[in-house]
């Protein structure tokens, strides 16, 4: 999802691909995809799917990545491939019936998170309901175009993430307001409290592309993104300043976690809606600010997307070595205890 929205628009705009070079990119985030839809399928067959990614409340929200990924890799394809249009076409539809069952288990934890007990433990995950449904709006208008019916569908899909959104940001809120007082920085709070301002980005870059909400509107929305952007990062910039300080920066800063890809959605998400504003009604104040985020926006989102991918392969290479090193010392004991 993080890298399908930097090519969506950063690379088309701001990079000199060729076709060729396009389609390349296209290709890598379809195997990707494929290689992620492989993991879900197996979990799927050896039954762990449901406690993997739905008995928990709050997790099972992260389940929307998979329905905004998807949307966004069937919106590459369908652009850079001609010959598999009708196969993204397929692939969005068969992702609209997965986000119906996503949003069904979303609506009955939302009725948990109304409790006490457990709204408690909420955070900017919760927001991937918002998420998953813009993501639907985006795929839906590139790939079925001007059909009627899907405008209709698109309309109600925009509306029913705005609900989503609200309801997500007051639990958040609340949350927070309840546990101020015992709040430990640097682990209450989560690298996906980020999406409080991508999940806005997002359904004002829905709104824009669908022609769902007037020019005036966007433009609001727009502001409130950036309003919350300034604050969320401001926290997360404390935040990191504490974790630099008490956990050295190894531990700190420097150690990989999946949720971080969440920045990077969120990012590349402001960067996409910024580019797709209407600057008619702007006031010239906001269009600098606008020229500002186009210009020096794209090397952020790169640079974390580069720093995101590092910290990855270093993972996963630190945990093959040590499984590598832990099955030599397995083998080695064999042999003495044989012996």
Known sequence: ????????????????????????????????????????????????LRKMHFQNEIKSFAIGTWVAGTSVCSTIIYNQFSELQ??????????????????????????????????????????????????????????FRDNYYIHMINECLFFLGVGFYILSLMIIINRYFTSYKTLDIKVDWYNTNCVIHGAMSITGLAGVISHTIPANVTILMWYWVLAWFILIEFIEIYRACVRLNQMGLINGLLKYDVSQWTRNFTFGMLFAFTLKLPTNEMPQFFIIIRQFILHYGVVVVLVLLLCEMILFLKENMTLKYLTLVSSSDTTQKEKYISK
């Open 86 to 143: 009708v196969v993204s076409k397929i692939i969005m539809i068969a992702n609209g019936l997965f986000w119906a069952y996503f949003i069904y288990i979303c609506i009955r934890n939302f009725k948990k998170l109304m409790k006490k007990d457990f709204f408690i433990n909420a955070h900017g995950i919760i927001l991937l309901s918002t998420v998953s449904t813009q993501s639907l709006v985006v795929g839906f208008t590139n790939i």
């Open 1 to 48: 999802m993080a890298i399908g929205i930097f090519e969506y628009d950063a690379f088309n705009n701001f990079f000199l691909f060729n076709t060729a070079g396009k389609k390349y990119i296209a290709f890598l985030l379809a195997i990707i995809w494929l290689f992620i839809i492989s993991s879900y399928a197996k979990s799927l067959f050896n039954h762990s």
